[in-house]
């Protein structure tokens, strides 16, 4: 999860700031997993997902209800027609279509999982051999090259 974060932070705190760990659970065929993922809810949280898998170039319109993006392609063809109201987005007001250039992905996720994924295996193993050696009193590893 550090890991995530520091790679994430270069790209926006806000989205580093969100990325939590859920509980531990066990999973239907007796596995356990934790899930590490970025929290929608948190303030700017929605990001991650942009961030991770970039954002293809796009038209951008205020539409009337339950248009959505074929009015605002109709709109740019010229078989329709969008509002004119003014829309924020960051700091100005903007109103018509908008091309949205798109941007690159900055993946920090997957990124991070493939980095750190050796030191999970490691840490996973240490615990098993600590449960097993503190329920049972066997040594599990009495003898035996512990760095495979």
């Known amino acids: 999860m550090a890991e995530a ?3 994430a932070s270069s790209w926006s705190p806000k989205v580093a700031a969100a990325i939590t760990k859920g509980s531990a659970r ?3 065929d007796g596995t356990f997993s934790i899930r590490i ?3 929608e809810r948190k303030p700017d949280g929605y990001l991650g997902f942009f961030g991770e898998y970039g954002v293809a170039p ?7 209800a ?6 605002v392609r109709k709109a740019a ?15 100005r007001f903007v109103s018509g279509i908008i ?14 999982l493939d980095t750190t994924v050796d030191d999970a295996i490691a840490a996973f193993r240490t615990k098993v051999v600590a449960v097993i050696e503190n329920k049972t009193g066997f040594n599990s ?3 035996m090259d512990v760095a495979a």
């Open 141 to 143: 590893l009495a003898g």
């Open 5 to 7: 974060k520091l790679r």
């Open 58 to 64: 796009h038209l951008i319109a205020r539409t009337g």
């Open 26 to 28: 066990k999973n239907q």
């Open 99 to 112: 091309h949205h250039p798109g941007h690159a992905a900055h993946p920090f996720m997957r990124v991070a």
């Open 37 to 39: 993922y970025v929290d």
């Open 66 to 71: 339950k248009q959505g993006r074929v009015a």
């Open 77 to 91: 063809e010229g078989s329709g027609n969008v509002t004119l109201r003014p829309m924020k987005i960051g700091d």
